[in-house]
């Protein structure tokens, strides 16, 4: 019996302050699966970057299995911002971090993290299992939270992180700046409940993925519409039959820098949202 694989995407660009850290997670996960008997390969993807990210990538590799495709394009800076343009260029660079993980590598799971984010090794066994346990489910993402209050609902729990991405089995996108972001009442009850939520999209800067769901009846890229680009992914996930599940008792942690305060009436938006949302449920 073969050795199922884990192929690892994920994107850099100036990454050399918190380079190390995110490095080191996965060297502890390499070592929690190597119980498992789980072999991990790595496409990583770097552009335009200034400092030693690249040099840096590439030392770690050559003691593992995996490519690392960089460019020069001069692509503009965007930071986190809801910008088509920025996640334009995002869906781009999957793509090409995916397409030599599909061309040369036969793997099992597709682990896609934003190299800045923060998780443990028990993550990523967590969400093999409940792929592995659930037949039905072909994408999960955790409750990545970042160190925000929940301003929607005024309470100290740290808010849900990347509210762009979730969207709810009405296509509805989610809350922003809330510790529980939807806005379905069945959705809300789970959530709180410690019980998965199927969404028509969830990422939250990191994800695993069935291999089966990638291929199985139609290919899977990234893709831009009118949104942001894990929208198109996780609707080809959906379209090859497979559910995509948001987890809340799985954990990852965005760390700001600096201090996020949102405008007064973003909060006043999502909260009126939320209000909306539960008069008529």
């Not at 190597?34 to 030392?59: A, C, G, M």
């Not at 379905?184 to 789970?190: H, I, L, S, T, V």
């Not at 939250?204 to 290919?219: Q, Y």
Request: proline share 4%; charged share 25%.
């Amino acid at each position: 019996m073969k050795s199922p694989i884990l192929a690892v995407l994920s994107l850099w660009r100036d990454s050399e302050q918190y380079l190390t850290r995110s490095l080191n997670q996965f060297e502890a996960m390499e070592e929690d699966l190597r119980d498992r008997n789980i072999r991990v390969v790595y496409s990583f993807f770097e552009n335009d970057s200034k400092d030693e990210t690249p040099t840096k990538l590439l030392s770690w590799l050559k003691k593992r299995k995996g490519v690392l495709q960089s460019e020069r394009i001069d692509a503009p800076r965007w930071g986190s911002v809801s910008s088509l343009d920025r996640v334009r260029y995002q869906a781009r660079y999957r793509n090409m971090a995916l397409a030599p993980l599909s061309t040369y590598y036969n793997f099992d799971y597709l682990l896609v993290a934003d190299s800045d984010v923060y998780w443990n090794p028990e993550l990523i066994t967590g969400m093999i299992d409940r792929l592995d346990s659930n037949q039905s489910w072909g994408m999960i993402s955790p409750n990545t939270v970042q160190n925000v209050r929940d301003f929607v609902e005024d309470t100290e729990r740290k808010s849900y992180f990347d509210s762009w991405s979730l969207k709810d089995l009405d296509d509805s996108q989610c809350l922003t700046f809330a510790a529980n972001p939807f806005l379905r009442n069945e959705d809300r009850e789970a959530w709180n409940n410690n019980q998965p939520v199927r969404c028509n999209s969830a990422f939250g800067s990191i994800a695993m993925i069935k291999a089966d769901a990638l291929d199985c009846k139609n290919d899977v890229e990234w893709a831009v519409i009118d949104g942001v680009e894990h929208w198109e992914f996780c609707a080809g996930i959906r379209s090859n039959g497979y559910e995509v599940i948001a987890d809340p008792t799985l954990h990852a942690e965005i760390i700001h820098n600096e201090e996020v305060v949102p405008h007064p009436d973003v909060v006043r938006f999502h909260q009126k949202r939320l209000d909306t949302a539960l008069a008529t449920s």
